[in-house]
Nanobody, 123 residues
Framework: QVQLEESGGGLVQAGGSLRLSCTAS????????MGWLRQAPGKGREFVAA????????YYADSAKGRFNITKGAAKNPVYQQMNYLKPEDKAVYYC????????????????WGQGTQVAVSS
């Protein structure tokens, strides 16, 4: 089983930037997607972005397009999400995810996710 650990959250003013990092350990798959989902207070989980195992393909929610950029290093470590032009509505707990498939396309949940890191944006 894979373990995911996020870091990089914090408080930033609207218009500012943060970079989230995710480190994976444990069992790995030959092909996979890694990404991020978020959950704002009182709301359900929302897909944010994903990247495939070799870093060639990236996927973004409409809310993240043009502002967020997901990248990854060698193997499964690390995965980064650069978040620019942050808005108050980006406030949420951000979870690193991994799955063998593109779970977001089916409205399902990823196979694994971490404990999350808090992002707060002041207006």
């Amino acid at each position: 089983q894979v373990q995911l650990e996020e870091s990089g959250g914090g408080l930033v003013q609207a218009g500012g930037s943060l970079r989230l990092s995710c480190t994976a350990s444990g069992s790995t798959f030959s092909s996979y997607y890694m990404g991020w989902l978020r959950q704002a207070p009182g709301k359900g989980r929302e897909f944010v972005a994903a990247i495939n195992w070799n870093g060639v393909s990236t996927y973004y929610a409409d809310s993240a397009k043009g502002r967020f950029n997901i990248t990854k290093g060698a193997a499964k470590n690390p995965v980064y999400q650069q978040m620019n032009y942050l808005k108050p509505e980006d406030k949420a707990v951000y979870y690193c995810t991994t799955d063998q498939g593109n779970w977001w396309a089916y409205g399902s949940s990823p196979q694994s996710w971490g404990q999350g890191t808090q992002v707060a944006v002041s207006s």
